[in-house]
T-cell receptor, first 116, second 112 residues
Framework: EAGVAQSPRYKIIEKRQSVAFWCNPI?????LYWYQQILGQGPKLLIQ????????DSQLPKDRFSAERLKGVDSTLKIQPAKLEDSAVYLC??????????????FGPGTRLTVL | DQQVKQNSPSLSVQEGRISILNCDYT??????FLWYKKYPAEGPTFLIS?????DKNEDGRFTVFLNKSAKHLSLHIVPSQPGDSAVYFC???????????FGTGTRLQVTL
């Protein structure tokens, strides 16, 4: 079974530029998550999708971050414009369902973003 | 507000000995707890979990203990192996949402 795929793996941009990340979840997984992991911290949930609907985006900085999940499968996360503090690893995860405490989240390898 | 805390940023243990990783939480609504393991340049992988109705869960060399009154959980690895060297994250969730709150991680190094 293929895992969660993410691209690109690394990205370096200058502040005020735009950037987009792509995620392909495990086939059949209804729920998709985007996390931000700043160096020295644990992953922090940015947004959660159930199929193509948003379940939780309470920690997404909506003035600069946006995300969509096309046809309930792939997802893109965009930052426009980027700030220095956005430097982090962006992790995508997926699970079979949401609303279940025991539903395991499977993570992709992440995209490391450096904003100069 | 750090609701899940891992106060030891690193731990070094000899191969064959026991590794004990600790985690504290403050939110009394948390009722499901997980440990994830992360190798460099990879995403976290699920290791073991425990529901608040239990105080112990075991899976091979890995055991998680939960002390609800102290709001504390620990992960025991026995015996420790060099391949266990990784960063371990404690995570918690509560209520009906599967949203996870992660700790800051503990880097475990198992030496020969």
């Amino acid at each position: 079974e293929a895992g969660v795929a993410q691209s690109p793996r690394y990205k370096i941009i200058e502040k005020r530029q735009s950037v987009a990340f792509w995620c392909n979840p495990i086939s059949g997984h209804a729920t998709l998550y985007w996390y931000q992991q700043i160096l020295g911290q644990g992953p922090k949930l940015l947004i959660q999708f159930q199929n193509n609907g948003v379940v939780d985006d309470s920690q997404l900085p909506k003035d600069r971050f946006s995300a969509e999940r096309l046809k309930g499968v792939d997802s893109t996360l965009k930052i426009q414009p980027a700030k220095l503090e956005d430097s982090a690893v962006y992790l995508c995860a997926s699970s079979w369902t949401s609303g279940s405490l025991t539903d395991t989240q499977y993570f992709g390898p992440g995209t490391r973003l450096t904003v100069l | 507000d750090q609701q899940v805390k891992q106060n030891s940023p690193s731990l070094s243990v000899q191969e064959g000995r026991i590794s004990i990783l600790n985690c504290d939480y403050t939110n009394s609504m948390f009722d499901y707890f997980l440990w994830y393991k992360k190798y460099p340049a990879e995403g976290p992988t699920f290791l073991i979990s425990i529901s608040s109705i239990k105080d112990k869960n075991e899976d091979g060399r890995f055991t998680v203990f939960l002390n609800k009154s102290a709001k504390h959980l620990s992960l025991h690895i026995v015996p420790s192996q060099p391949g266990d060297s990784a960063v371990y994250f404690c995570a918690a969730s509560g209520g009906t949402a599967s949203k996870l709150t992660f700790g800051t991680g503990t880097r475990l190094q198992v030496t020969l």
